[in-house]
């Protein structure tokens, strides 16, 4: 995290420990649980690791996830919203665009409850938004070995940060402890169309 500089990446009081909000009814996630997503992911983070984050926002998590995965790595963004893949982009640009020029990181438009299929299975997923139960396609996508961090629960509920791992073709699932998440949701919702 200290060699992505959360400034490019946040509207205003970046370095507060907090959810920023950078439009379209989402935020950028406080550090703190950035830190423990790549704290819980930093295993399955490795170099040549294919990783995907889910509401990948305003690119700061996405691009902290492909410094892990390094050269040999690749991390996919999806999000639903295009004005945010656009934000990303220019964020990662501003100190990043190797990353983008060399295809290590990636930023699509797609709903991201679907994942985003790329003929490889992931090894370390994160899902920014709570969802009111884990998606299918996630799980699918999730390499044998991998680990998936997602917030789940209702909305405006009680929500916890789960820890997904795929072992022997089982899935075991961990709660780390309670959150509070924007939700994942559809674009339309989202938006309020």
Known sequence: MLAVDRGDFAPSDPYEDSPKRIGYNTTISAPHMHAAALEHLKDHLVEGAHALDVG???????????????????VVGVDHI??????????????????????????VEGDGRLGYKTGRQYNAIHV???AEKIPDALIEQLAEGGRMMIPVGPEGGNQVFMQ????????HKKVIHGVRYVPLTSKEKQLGI
């Not at 990662?92 to 295809?103: N, P, R, W």
């Not at 997904?164 to 899935?171: S, T, Y």
Request: aromatic share 4%; proline share 2%; hydrophobic share 40%.
């Open 56 to 74: 990948s926002g305003s690119g700061y998590l996405t691009v902290c996830m492909a410094k892990m995965v390094g050269r040999t790595g690749k």
């Open 82 to 107: 295009p004005q945010l893949i656009e934000l990303g982009i220019n964020n990662t640009k501003k100190h990043h665009a190797d990353m983008l020029d060399s295809g290590r990181l990636v930023f």
């Open 128 to 130: 920014g938004a709570a």
């Open 164 to 171: 997904v791992d795929k072992i022997n073709g089982q899935i």
